[in-house]
């Protein structure tokens, strides 16, 4: 086992992907974590973290890590994160918040460079292929090589990105990753509160597509099941929706500024 996965009391490779949206809570995490991995858990808020957290302790006593958006999280949420066995970041400068282990989502190698050289335990390489927020433009098993080759060898580098079977992490292991990152395969589970029509319409995809549709103003792709929306948004321009959205991210919590 990597001593990573040891030190955290990890004993299988593979790590459930925070999402938010309300999607992964402490049942999902809690059962990702007994079941031996690190389960993952993504609210807003630092009295619904401590408050998931808590629910997450009351299911099991293995680790359970925290997911914090850089650009949305707010000094107090990282207090509460705190308490977790991990804090999992995505999205901005990778600057180290908290005390404990440290791992930060990232999408290029000049990023992972720059989350090493921030002191983070470890990084998790988003290729391409992710659902959710995409930040990777490498597929990624590739982006894992050229990480790997420019960061000191056995800094942990965890691997996200369509894996959704034994076989997909096997060969992220194969290729060097400290475990495997799945976010999509987990949403499909009982534990995570995704709508069981969104669950439907996940399993009968028969593709997905990138779009800035959804970003409300954040110039975030989002890999998605393709919709009318997304069908309307290709023949308009998502760009332009997506500007027109802008207003809606008021609703969003205020960035950082923390210190
Ligand atoms: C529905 C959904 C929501 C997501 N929300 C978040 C989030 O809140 N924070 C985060 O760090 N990553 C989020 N992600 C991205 C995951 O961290 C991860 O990169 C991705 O799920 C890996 O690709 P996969 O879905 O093919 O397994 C989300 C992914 C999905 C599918």
């Known amino acids: 086992m990597p001593p990573l996965l040891e030190r955290l009391g990890v004993e299988l490779p593979v790590v459930q992907a925070g999402m938010g949206g309300g999607l992964s809570r402490h049942e999902l995490a809690a059962a990702v974590s007994a079941a031996g991995g690190l389960g993952t ?9 401590r408050r998931e957290l808590a629910a997450a302790r009351a299911l099991t006593e293995k680790p359970v890590a ?17 308490e977790a066995d991990v804090v999992v970041t995505f999205w901005g400068k990778p600057r180290r918040q908290t005390p404990g282990a440290w791992l930060h989502q990232c999408g290029s190698v000049e990023e992972a460079r720059e989350t090493h050289a921030a002191g983070a335990d470890g990084v998790i390489v988003q290729g391409v292929e992710a659902g959710g927020h995409v930040r990777g433009t490498t ?14 060898a056995g800094y942990p580098l965890f691997l996200g990105g369509g894996i959704a079977e034994r076989a997909d992490v ?5 290729a060097g990753a400290t ?3 799945a ?29 800035d549709l959804f970003g409300a103003g954040w110039p975030a792709p989002h890999r998605v099941v393709p919709n009318a929306a997304t069908e309307s948004g290709r023949r308009r321009g998502s760009r332009l929706l997506n500007r027109l959205l802008a207003p809606g991210a008021r609703y969003t919590p205020r960035p950082c500024n923390c210190g």
Do not use: C, M, Q
Not at 41 to 49: H, K, Y
Not at 66 to 82: H, I, K, Q, S, T
Not at 170 to 174: E, G, I, N, Q
């Open 41 to 49: 858990i993504a609210v807003n808020g630092a009295d619904s973290i």
């Open 66 to 82: 925290v997911n914090l958006l850089l650009p949305f999280a707010r000094r107090d949420w990282f207090g509460a994160a705190a």
């Open 139 to 152: 597929p990624a098993l590739e982006l894992l090589e050229k990480a790997r080759a420019a960061l000191p």
């Open 170 to 174: 096997k060969a992220a292991l194969a």
């Open 179 to 181: 475990a495997a990152v």
């Open 183 to 211: 976010g999509t395969r987990f949403l499909l589970s009982e534990e995570s509160r995704a709508h069981a029509l969104y669950k439907e319409r996940l399993l009968a995809a028969k593709e997905t597509l990138l779009t």
